[in-house]
């Protein structure tokens, strides 16, 4: 299996996954006989998918990958806890370059409140066991002024998606995942 990616940034303007994704499609269809593109819809309103119909590509099922992350839980929270705001290791990480930066909030502080009014909680789905990362989740809570909950997810999900997506069996355990038991 090869890894080929197109930049996660491209969740601030979602036409640019539609394009770049495309773009890519068109690189890698003639050297692979299957390609997966494991990216939710995140925003494309279908255009993803319109895509892949031209490819021998697939992507598994859901609407972004928080969805492929909690799971079942995914529809619950989206009824009992509709001010859930999602974050992942990445977003985590990259906080102040695809929020703060990206969506302005550096020159327009303002924006906030509009922005993020009606988040009540922020759910962390925790990929690694990094403090840093977990540190770092509080203190965007504490700047929403919002609850936080770590989830201790591991990497298991998006494997599994990626097998079923692929045609073959979930793992039992994580490949590598540092949140795998023993």
């Keep these: 299996m090869d890894v080929h990616g197109v930049s996660a940034l ?9 394009q770049d994704v495309d773009v890519k499609l068109a690189q890698l269809s003639t050297e692979y006989d299957r390609i997966v593109v494991l990216y939710g819809d995140c925003g494309t309103m279908g255009g993803l998918d319109e895509v892949l ?14 969805e492929w992350y909690v799971g079942d ?7 009992e806890q ?12 990259n906080w102040d370059q695809a929020v703060i930066r990206g969506l302005g909030l550096d020159r327009f502080p303002w924006l906030k409140d509009t ?6 909680h922020l759910l962390f789905l925790r990929q ?12 965007i ?5 919002v609850p936080l909950e770590i989830r201790e997810t591991g990497t298991l999900p998006i494997e599994r998606v990626l097998l079923e997506a692929l045609g ?12 795998d038991p023993g």
Excluded: K, M
């Excluded at 073959?168 to 949140?179: E, K, V």
């Design 115 to 120: 922005y993020f009014r009606h988040i009540t």
């Design 73 to 79: 839980d995914y529809q619950r929270l989206q009824h």
């Design 128 to 139: 690694h066991l990094d403090p840093v990362l977990a540190e770092t989740a509080q203190t």
């Design 141 to 145: 809570a504490d700047y929403l002024g």
């Design 53 to 66: 119909q031209r490819y021998p590509a697939a992507r598994p099922a859901g609407v972004n990958c928080y």
């Design 10 to 18: 491209h969740h601030l303007n979602p036409t640019l996954i539609v």
């Design 82 to 93: 509709v001010g859930t705001y999602f974050l992942t290791d990445w977003l985590v990480a």
């Design 168 to 179: 073959g069996n979930a793992p039992s355990q994580g490949f590598g995942s540092d949140l």
